[in-house]
Structures are given as C-alpha cells and as structure tokens.
C-alpha cells in the first residue's frame, strides 16, 4: 500500500512541476510582450498606445452619445462608504446617466438604511433598492439592476461600493466609446488612503502587466469594478447569468468568445479600499483564485480552441494569481515515510530535489518578475511588493488545489467595516506553513539535504512576511480612523 501512496505521491510532484512550469511560462510571456510592445513604441511614438491621461480624448462636460446605466451593488456595506462612493459619481460632470444602488440580502436595517435615506434627498437620478433573497450574490444583484435600469441606457456601468471614481469618470468614458467602437472598457482599480504601498504596488502588477499584455492581444477580461458595457452586448449572453465567484472575468470571456471588442484603458478613473486585515487580503485573494479556477475548468475546452494569439492572453489572466507550492511542502514532510522503498526510492529521491527547486525557483522568481514590472520602482518597493506576494503564497497555493471544491463556491465579502474590532487579523494558514516548512527545514538537516533546508526555510519566512504586512495594513486602516 505505502508503495502505491508513494508512486502516486511522485506523480504528483511531477504534475505539479509541470503546470508550474507553464504557469510562470505564461507569466514570462507576459513580460516579453510588454516589453516588445514598448520597443515598438519607442520606435514609433506617434503612434503609442494611450498610457496616460494627456494621451486620451478630451473629456467634455454635459451631454454625450452614451447614457449611462450606472449600478452599485452593495450587501453589509458601512453606510458611510457607500454614501461617500454615492456621492462621487452624483458629482459627475457627464449628464446624461442614472444610478441605481442594489442593496442585496443585507439584514441589518442600521447598515441600509442610512444608504436609503441619503438616496431619497437626491433626486430622481439615483434610485435605491433593497432587495431580500437574492441568489448568485453580486451577480445576482447586477441581474436585478440591469433590468431595472432605465430603456435608454446605451452601457452599464459597474461600480462597486467602496470606490470613488473621479469627477470626469463618465465623460471620458463616453468620448472614448463615441471615437471607438469598443463594446467595453475597463479602468484600472487602485486604492486610496496612505500606506500599505507594497499591497498598491502588488494589485497593481496585475494591470501593469497581465491586462496590459491582454489588451495588446484584444482579448481583455473584465475585473469587475469601474467597468463600461454596451448593454446590447450584456443582454445578447443573457445578463449576469454566470455560475462562478468572478462574475466579471467570466462575462468579459463570454464577450469575447461572442466576438465583442474590449479595450483596457490603462488610466485610473477611481480609486478604492483596501482589505483592512491579512485575513481579509486572503480572504479576497481566494475568491479570485476560486473564481478564476471554475471559470477556466468551466471554459477549458472553449478556451483551448481560441486562436493560438488569443490563448496565452486568456490563460495568463485566469491563472494569474495561481500558485502550486502546496503539493512540493506536503512532499517533503513525507519523504521519511517512504525511506527503504526500493526501486521507488531513488524516483523519490529526485521527486524531493524537484519539490525543493519548485519553491526556491517560485521564490527567486516572483522578485526578479516583481523588479522586471517594476522597472523605474525603487528597490525599497520591489521589496515592499515582494513581501507581500510571497506572503500571499502560502494561502493562494491552498486555494489553487481547491479551486474545484464544493465550499469554494461560497462568496466571501470583504469586510470594509473600519471599526469592526472582531475582524480576525491574522493568518492560520500562513502560521500553517511555517510550521511545515520548520518541520522541513529538521528533516532537511537530519537527510543532509541542503536544498530541503532552504526551501523549508523560504516557507517559514512567509510567516514574519504577513505580520510585516499586516502591520502596514493596520497602519493603512488607523489612516481612516484618524480622518
């Protein structure tokens, strides 16, 4: 039987290793586009992609060619946050728009109710309602706005609750639909308030890079807030009738498969919060794994018969928050049970370097990516952004292997409350591994096997990583307090 454990246990790190190959091939791939993307910029200026605000169309106040649906899904969201986000897009310097606030199975009437107030002193542009027994959370609640919103609405457009968009959000948007012909457009999410600048500089990557390099390819996936659709390209999939935690990644997929055009439009437009705590960065971090997971098991066999241009693009988003550490760490605390194993035991003994090398090369390879992205970035925040990627590693490695379960299709808001002091801080699943890799750092020393030491030890140091990063996420949060 401990043969049969063990022979399956070896196929295993090598499956592992394999799919850890092409995903930091993916990875590296998008790199290489970014940069021969601004080799051929440099080349030829003239005709550079919009990158910053002076590149983009004039964004002029009053009327324009698009009305505006916007819609704000909330559920157990603090009421000054909402309200505050309410405000930002009523003081839109664009007309021609309506806003419809969906608050969906919130039961505490002290949290939606401020909210319901506030909206009844607007006037007639903004609409509020509480809706109980809604199913497929956020995208059940997207469903219910978009058939509420008013018959004139040419797009939809998503924001969600703790975001404050920008005065010429709207108009901008419009002049960019009115010049091209895109069925949607995404802005870039990033984050407001002081500190934390290592967790800005890590969400960030994913525009940076992963979106950058998708746009160039047109096939851009959606990310779910500060997003513009045509709403005849919403009702020709059906509306949000999606069957995974990332609504927005599997809609913006389905649009392109239809063959809709997409466009990133790699300039803020607003700005959000974020997670207060490391268990609440985790918490969101594996929804979008999980999310990202069903859409590409759900999708897998569409995905593959894409055009070979639009493959990589596709596979890079999906998996980009992916990591496969979790079967490497398990392997080498097993390895003493299978000693005297024989012939199994020399395949073994290469299984165990392979599982070592996967996290050392995961390790060295998440900075020199990091400090690649980050060209122009000061060392002090590659390391900032590095300590928070690498204490990520541990939980998003547990979510990639679960990805498929039935209790990872559960939704797990983020918890945006700054004065809930119940809120759970820090991580067992961090302290988890590094007490695995402590185990493995004693077994290395015992084998006499240096590379089993290092990487045990990399493993541990995801632990002092987390409080490193939740010490600055505190400090983001008291931030608010004060203010």
Request: hydrophobic share 50%.
């Amino acid at each position: 039987m401990m043969k049969w454990i063990l022979a399956i246990s070896i196929l295993a790190v090598y499956a592992n290793t394999l799919v850890f190959v092409v995903s930091w091939g993916l990875k590296w791939s998008v790199l290489f586009v970014n940069w021969r993307k601004n080799r051929q910029q440099a080349a030829a200026p003239v005709e550079e992609t919009l990158t910053t605000r002076a590149d983009y169309p004039a964004a002029s106040a009053g009327r324009g060619t698009a009305y505006f649906s916007v819609h704000l899904p909330t559920h157990n969201e603090p009421p000054d946050i909402v309200i505050k986000t309410i405000d930002s897009i009523l003081a839109s310097n664009y007309d021609d728009f309506e806003l419809l606030v969906i608050d969906n199975n919130t039961s505490d009437p002290d949290l939606w109710m401020p909210v319901s107030d506030h909206c009844m002193e607007k006037g007639a542009r903004l609409r509020f309602y509480h809706c109980m027994n809604v199913t497929n959370a956020k995208a059940g609640a997207l469903d219910i706005a978009l058939e509420l919103r008013n018959r004139r609405a040419t797009h939809i457009v998503i924001v969600d609750a703790d975001y404050t968009v920008d005065k010429d959000f709207l108009s901008r948007a419009s002049n960019l639909l009115a010049q091209n012909e895109y069925d949607y457009i995404q802005f870039p999410q990033s984050y407001r308030g002081q500190g934390a600048a290592g967790l800005k500089y890590e969400l960030g990557l994913y525009f940076a890079t992963v979106t950058r390099a998708a746009d160039a390819a047109n096939t851009m996936l959606l990310t779910g807030t500060l997003s513009v659709i045509a709403v005849k390209a919403l009702r020709t999939l059906g509306g949000w009738k999606t069957s995974t935690l990332t609504e927005d990644a599997e809609i913006g997929l389905q649009l392109h498969m239809r063959g809709f055009r997409g466009r990133y439009i790699a300039q803020s437009a607003g700005a959000g919060l974020l997670p207060f705590t490391f268990f609440d960065l985790e918490k969101q971090r594996e929804r979008w794994i999980h999310g990202n997971f069903q859409v590409l098991t759900r999708y897998f066999m569409r995905i593959m018969t894409v055009k070979k241009t639009y493959l990589v693009p596709i596979l890079s988003q999906l998996s980009a928050w992916f990591a496969f550490l979790l079967i490497p760490m398990v392997f080498m605390l097993l390895i003493p049970l299978f000693a005297g194993y024989r012939p199994l035991s020399n395949a073994a003994a290469w299984a165990l370097a392979v599982s070592a090398a996967t996290i050392i090369i995961d390790f060295v390879s998440r900075f020199v990516f990091i400090r690649l992205s980050a060209m122009g970035t000061k060392l002090a925040e590659v390391l900032d952004t590095f300590v928070v990627s690498w204490a990520l590693a541990g939980r998003s490695s547990l979510a990639t292997f679960t990805g498929n379960l039935p209790a990872s299709r559960i939704f797990h808001r983020t918890n945006k409350s700054i004065c809930d002091e119940s809120a759970a801080v820090h991580s067992t699943t961090t302290a988890m591994v590094a007490v695995l890799g402590g185990m493995a750092v004693l077994q290395g020393l015992l084998m006499a096997q240096p590379w089993v030491v290092v990487a045990g030890a990399l493993s541990v140091l995801m632990l002092p990583f987390q409080w490193l990063t939740s010490r600055r996420l505190l400090r983001y949060r008291n931030h608010f307090r004060v203010h």
